[in-house]
């Protein structure tokens, strides 16, 4: 019967730390294993990214350096494509596919992209309900208050609505970078590694919401139990 109570609780603790591990594990192995590798081209993360912001009619768009690991993005707001040291000073694998991706989500801003509108319309919802929800489950498990935990549950459903929406969004965006990067006339051998280390990026995303479904679950089972 153990296996039914506390056991299973825990084994979804553990499995949402092995997952959660594993896919940034596995980003990071291949981001290392990339980093390596120079393309022919020649060509650094900076002048890939306004390259493809160039042919795509983006001028207005800025790239712009900023510190830390892997802390590129896209910031909608002030239309700019914000790369890391590494990423926008080397000419490597690496660098030339994270440049592109953050730009296929400048592209998808152009083009309206409805995935992208709506994360970016529940953004402060969600920042919200990380908190609260963070709280009201905390409280709940402290004080044994089914109701509270309760709550809790619907703020991590909003969190899993919004990491379900930043799957399209992701994948999207990374096959607009990889036919970016096929118009700049990369080897094939190159946009396969690209893709190798874009679709590792992506799967650190698919892992947030195992480890969220799983969170989800063993809540419910809690408030399951208390019930008895």
Not at 30 to 53: D, M, P
Not at 129 to 144: D, E, K, N, V, W
Not at 151 to 180: D, H, Y
């Amino acid at each position: 019967m153990y296996i039914y109570g506390y056991g299973i609780e825990y084994i979804f603790i553990i499995l949402s730390i092995v997952i959660t591990l594993g896919a940034q594990f596995f980003i990071n192995y291949k981001y290392n294993q990339t980093k390596q590798i120079s393309v022919k081209k020649n060509l650094t993360g900076r002048e890939v990214a306004r390259k493809i912001l160039d042919n795509n009619d983006l001028k207005n768009v800025k790239v712009e350096e900023t510190s830390g690991l892997l802390s590129d993005h896209y910031d909608p707001r002030n239309k700019v494509v914000r790369l890391s040291s590494d990423i926008y000073n080397t000419s490597s694998i690496a660098s030339v596919a994270v440049a592109a991706h953050e730009c296929g989500h400048a592209i998808q801003d152009k083009n309206n992209y409805l995935f992208l509108r709506f994360r970016s319309l529940i953004i402060p919802l969600v920042n919200f309900s990380s908190t609260a929800g963070y709280i009201a489950i905390l409280i709940g498990l402290i004080s044994r208050i089914s109701g509270l935990i309760m709550i809790g549950i619907i703020f991590e459903l909003v969190i899993l609505l919004f990491q379900l929406i930043t799957l399209p969004v992701e994948f999207n965006a990374s096959r607009r970078g990889l036919k970016q990067l096929k118009e700049l006339k990369l080897e094939d051998k190159e946009i396969r590694s690209s893709r190798g280390m874009l679709f590792a990026a992506a799967l650190t995303y698919v892992a947030s919401v195992a480890a969220t479904l799983l969170q989800i679950f063993r809540l419910l089972m809690i408030v399951k139990r208390d019930k008895r």
